[in-house]
């Protein structure tokens, strides 16, 4: 079991499998609070969330993401194209041996060329790596989406796939999501076995795959 708890506030998330968990919280301040908070435990710093699976605890860093601005999402970000090369390298070197082999020759031969071309006596890297290679042609994922919904689906299918983050919480999606929007990001994380958890200023209703937490004006916690 996977929970997710704030060691100050009281409220606890369960994280179970085809369930969406809601965190509403009424007042501003104390929003602007844990988002600040939950930021920082995402880049590595201490705070009062704890994510924990059966007793263990979890880095909150390692294990989740948190989008605050879903317009602004970057599927071909440092960690993930680091993580795409790295992927490709290994396996060029254990599929494509006779093409590195050849290609690497075809490059010496070209830089050989360009050389003796100045007055200088140049040197260069004789033997780049395939993920030198892949920098150098600037080699991304191509995103194809529309839609805010296929940005963020997209986003996690990549994000799940190179990183093996399945944690993802969301701020205010539902401002820019319609209700059908929402119930086929449900599903898509659902296949995906994604753990969805979304952060709210303001409760807009309750969905039958969600599970609810209210932190009301009062710091009350409510279950609807």
């Given at each position: ?8 506030l ?68 440092r ?25 690497c ?35 991304k ?11 963020i689906?997209?986003?996690i ?21 319609t ?25 807009m ?13 009062d710091a009350?916690?409510?279950y609807p």
């Amino acid at each position: 079991m996977i929970k997710l708890v704030h060691s100050k506030l009281g409220f606890s998330l369960i994280l179970e499998e085809n369930r969406v968990n809601e965190l509403v919280v009424e007042k501003p301040s104390l929003l602007a609070e844990i988002v600040r908070e939950l930021e920082d435990q995402c880049e590595g710093q201490a705070g009062g969330f704890i994510l924990s699976e059966d007793g263990s605890t979890l880095v909150i860093g390692k294990n989740s993401f948190f989008v605050i601005n879903p317009f602004s999402l970057d599927s071909n970000n440092r960690k993930i194209l680091t993580k795409l090369y790295q992927d490709i390298d290994f396996q060029v070197k254990n599929e494509l041996y006779e093409e590195q082999a050849e290609f690497c020759q075809s490059y010496l031969n070209y830089m050989d060329c360009i050389c003796r071309q100045s007055e200088f006596s140049l040197t260069y890297n004789i033997e780049p790596t395939c993920q030198e290679l892949l920098k150098m042609a600037d080699v991304k994922i191509d995103i194809e989406a529309d839609t805010l919904l296929e940005r963020i689906v997209e986003h996690i299918k990549i994000s799940c796939s190179l990183l093996e983050r399945n944690i993802f919480v969301f701020l205010n999606l539902k401002l820019f999501l319609t209700e059908q929007e929402i119930r086929e990001l449900y599903k898509e994380c659902f296949y995906r076995k994604v753990h969805l958890i979304l952060i709210e200023a303001v409760y807009m209703g309750k969905y039958p795959e969600e599970v609810v937490c209210i932190v009301d004006k009062d710091a009350c916690i409510i279950y609807p």
